[in-house]
């Protein structure tokens, strides 16, 4: 019903504006008393062999929802209904910002794709914390942590170590997002040199806590493989606790959207079934050179349940969608499930502590 009634409508509309819909919509069903039981019900999907043991948590499917639909906080409650294990909100700037002009957000149906050029828009981190303060117990939330366009790489760790420091007695997790590739000169945050001046703060102040939050690098699937081996590097050196792999690409090959519709939309990092191979190729690669010693959240192009059993038999403990929830509708974390619940004798118990 979905795909063949409901997503032509909403395809009329812009992918911005609808969005906003959507998000509306949620919203008013904080209000509406029996609204989330109601869709419970109807799209999530609970089973033993579901459930996963990843950082020292548990997650009650693998399956969550990435960073960038929820930028604010504002619909996690709603959105777990749907079924989802977890949910990754932001990306969150210490201050508000407005993003990149729009239009910024196009539709490649021909190829199950988007390409977005956000830009981290955001209302902020006093936002976020807001919205999360009086989150209820069971839902496992990930932070995606990003500088303000504005903040100079030279000053970014300042920024990272800001929304770390203000959230984290609110989230379970956090992602640290140097790869997004709609921020001017982010992806250089990817180095090094980099990377450890930003991470070491946040280790530090991490342990003086009481409590233990995992932190997880994301890594643009245009990496090359020194690159990629410097990351997971990173990952060893410094204690990191698991890579996210991986955002959306630059990359345009091998689409089979119309060439001069490709170059009017112009820059803007593509995600959806494109990205499947590479992000598969990726996982996979970072699961062998670690020998599986690490938890990777696989994300980029899942947009079937094969390709979610795929990501997992690839080395992921977890998976996250977007695109593929934005083309296969509200039931689609409940394919995913019923499909990973009846392939459980090969893939239903990955724990990784």
């Given at each position: 019903?979905y ?51 990843v ?30 294990g ?75 170590l800001?929304?770390?420091?203000s959230?984290?007695q ?10 997004c ?6 992806g250089?945050?990817?180095?090094k ?38 990351a997971?590097?990173v ?25 001069k519709?490709v ?6 990092g593509l ?9 598969l ?33 690839a ?15 509200p039931g ?9 619940k ?10 990784v502590?």
């Amino acid at each position: 019903m979905y795909r063949h009634i409901l997503r032509p409508i909403l395809f009329l509309i812009s992918p911005e504006r609808i969005h906003r819909i959507i998000v509306a919509m949620l919203r008013l069903c904080h209000y509406l008393p029996g609204s989330r039981a109601l869709l419970r019900a109807c799209f999530a999907c609970r089973h033993p062999s579901l459930e996963r043991e990843v950082f020292g948590m548990r997650f009650p499917n693998p399956v969550g929802l990435a960073a960038g639909f929820d930028k604010n906080g504002e619909v996690y409650r709603e959105i777990s209904a749907l079924g989802f294990g977890f949910v990754e909100v932001g990306t969150v700037t210490p201050k508000p910002q407005p993003g990149n002009p729009r239009p910024r957000l196009f539709r490649l149906p021909e190829d199950r794709a988007l390409i977005n050029r956000m830009g981290f828009n955001n209302h902020g981190m006093e936002n976020m914390v807001r919205n999360l303060r009086n989150r209820r117990p069971g839902l496992i939330i990930g932070g995606n942590l990003g500088k303000n366009t504005l903040t100079p790489n030279e000053e970014a760790a300042a920024d990272y170590l800001k929304l770390f420091r203000s959230l984290y007695q609110y989230v379970d997790y956090f992602v640290v997002n140097v790869s997004c590739p709609n921020i001017a000169k982010l992806g250089s945050l990817q180095d090094k040199e980099h990377l450890r001046e930003i991470l070491d703060g946040l280790l530090e102040f991490r342990r003086g806590q009481n409590q233990y939050r995992p932190i997880l690098l994301k890594i643009s699937p245009d990496l090359t493989t020194p690159q990629l081996d410097d990351a997971i590097g990173v990952l060893v050196e410094t204690g990191l606790d698991g890579i996210v792999a991986t955002n959306t690409t630059t990359s345009r090959e091998g689409l089979s959207t119309d060439l001069k519709t490709v170059a009017a939309i112009g820059n803007g990092g593509l995600s959806g079934a494109p990205l499947t191979e590479r992000a598969l190729e990726m996982v996979r690669y970072i699961h062998t050179r670690t020998e599986g010693r690490y938890p990777i959240i696989g994300v980029g192009g899942i947009m079937t349940p094969e390709d979610a059993r795929r990501m997992l038999e690839a080395g992921a403990s977890l998976v996250e969608v977007y695109t593929g929830f934005i083309y296969n509708g509200p039931g689609f974390v409940k394919k995913i499930c019923k499909h990973l619940k009846a392939s459980s004798g090969t893939q239903g118990n990955r724990n990784v502590k």
